[in-house]
């Protein structure tokens, strides 16, 4: 399991999440942030600094924020851009 960070994040990017992460998976992207799944080591410390409740545990995301694993799978791929592409994939 991993965390992940949804869409509430979206040009909210806060980063008092960053400064908690023990390993620095945490990304800014030009929309968000994101979590790199194979660099977060499940600690949970960004979990409770996130104000606008954004960042869950993979396997308690709501249903509706679902492609957002992806979303955040995507920066290992390709950086920002992917981000970016992923998200206009999901918002259609």
């Known amino acids: 399991m991993t ?13 008092s999440c960053i400064d908690v992460c023990p390993v620095d998976c945490i990304h800014e992207t030009d929309l968000m942030l994101v979590i790199d799944p194979g660099e977060c080591i ?12 954004a960042i869950f545990p993979e396997d308690a ?4 924020w679902a492609p957002f694993v992806r979303v955040n799978a995507s920066f290992v791929a390709g950086g920002a851009p ?8 999901h918002n259609g």
Request: aromatic residues 2%; proline residues 11%; negative net charge.
């Open 3 to 15: 965390y992940v960070i949804a869409e509430p994040c979206i040009d909210e990017k806060d980063k």
């Open 42 to 53: 499940d600690c949970g410390a960004c979990e409770p600094e996130c104000p606008v409740e």
């Open 61 to 64: 995301l709501p249903e509706r």
């Open 82 to 89: 992917a981000v970016a592409a992923a998200l206009a994939e």
